[in-house]
Each structure stands twice: as structure tokens, then as C-alpha cells.
């Protein structure tokens, strides 16, 4: 969803920088690619580039957790339950929500369960001016069925289709309703 948000944005003529993770994606060669390994490496890439951007697309989620300790070696086998201790790791969006000056936020919530109250709570919460709503099945798909809300918790969108179609109807959202701010 993230190379045909680029792609949407792109083919509007508007520049692109993506954060992205170890994804095996190949990016449009017009974006700007920054690599990044861990949710502390892509927070500190996010907040470095994200005063230069008029707005920020927050399309999946980095890891929630990561390990309290990470073992320098192989860890043997001892024949005891291994128990691993995770810690909650920063929230990319709402920390950028937060600092936000004029900037356009938009997040995406892959929900199972009360999708709608879920992700306005996540709008909220990370200071998003829209949320996209969508199920796990549109990860490793070729489709995606999403429903777009707005700080009012209103669906002002609902898009059904091959990801690249639903992407171009995002993004004609987000230019209609947060570049050119009509409503």
C-alpha cells in the first residue's frame, strides 16, 4: 500500500520521501528511500525529515514491541522455557502527531475488532487529520477494501479494489480535503 500511496502522489507530481523498513518492495525510483532497520531507527529518520514535509502518510505499522535485551551471541539450548521480556517501542505517527506545525497527518488502522471506534480512538490519538481503516487482509495482497474517517469519526470514503486504485482515491482524498482544503 505504501509503493502505490508514492506512486498516487507521484504521478500528482508531488515529491516523496519514504521511511520504509526491511520490506521486499522495490519503491519507485522518483521517491526518496530511506532504509531503516528498527522503530527507533525509523522514529529518528521520521522526525529528521518530517519538519521539510508538508505532510506525512503513516501507512504501516513499525513493530509495537521489541526485546528489553538483545543477546550478543547465539543463546543455547538448555532445555528450560526461554522467556522473552518485551517493552512497548515509540509510536512513530502520534509522536510526530504531536510536533506537528501545519502539516497534514494521515494514519492508517488495520483493525479486527470495533474497526470504526478503534480507529477513531487511534485518530485521536495520534493527532491524524484522517484515518484509512483496514483489515489484515490486505496484508500481502494485491487489493485492499478501506473506509477513510475523518476527526468526526464520519466515513466520508469507502474504496474496494487493486491497491494502486484504492491508493490514487486516497490520495484524491487527501488532495481535496487536506492539500487544497476543500471539504
Not at 76 to 83: F, Q, R, S, Y
Not at 85 to 101: F, I, N, Y
Not at 103 to 131: I, N, P, S, Y
Request: charged share 25%; aromatic share 4%; with cysteine.
Amino acid at each position: 500500500m505504501g509503493k502505490a500511496l508514492a506512486e498516487a502522489a507521484l504521478e500528482l507530481g508531488h515529491e516523496v520521501t519514504i521511511v520504509s523498513g526491511p520490506v521486499d518492495v522495490v519503491y519507485p525510483s522518483a521517491a526518496r528511500v530511506i532504509h531503516v532497520v528498527s522503530t527507533e531507527e525509523m522514529l529518528t529518520a521520521c522526525q529528521e525529515v518530517f519538519p521539510e514535509c508538508d505532510g506525512l502518510i503513516g501507512v504501516a505499522a513499525p513493530s509495537d514491541y521489541r526485546p528489553v535485551m538483545v543477546a550478543p551471541n547465539k543463546i543455547a539450548k538448555t532445555g528450560e522455557p526461554l522467556v522473552l521480556h518485551l517493552v512497548e517501542t515509540a509510536d512513530v505517527v502520534a509522536t510526530l502527531g504531536a510536533a506537528k506545525s501545519s502539516q497534514w497527518l494521515v494514519g492508517f488502522a488495520l483493525e479486527t475488532e470495533d474497526r470504526r471506534l478503534r480507529a477513531l480512538a487511534k485518530l485521536e490519538k495520534k493527532h491524524c487529520d484522517l484515518m484509512v481503516l483496514n483489515g489484515p487482509e490486505a496484508m500481502h495482497s494485491l487489493s485492499n477494501n478501506v473506509e477513510i474517517i475523518d476527526p468526526e469519526g464520519q466515513v466520508i470514503e469507502m474504496l474496494a479494489g487493486r491497491k494502486e486504485d484504492v491508493a490514487r482515491g486516497i490520495f484524491a482524498v487527501i488532495e481535496r480535503r487536506l492539500i487544497r482544503g476543500l471539504a
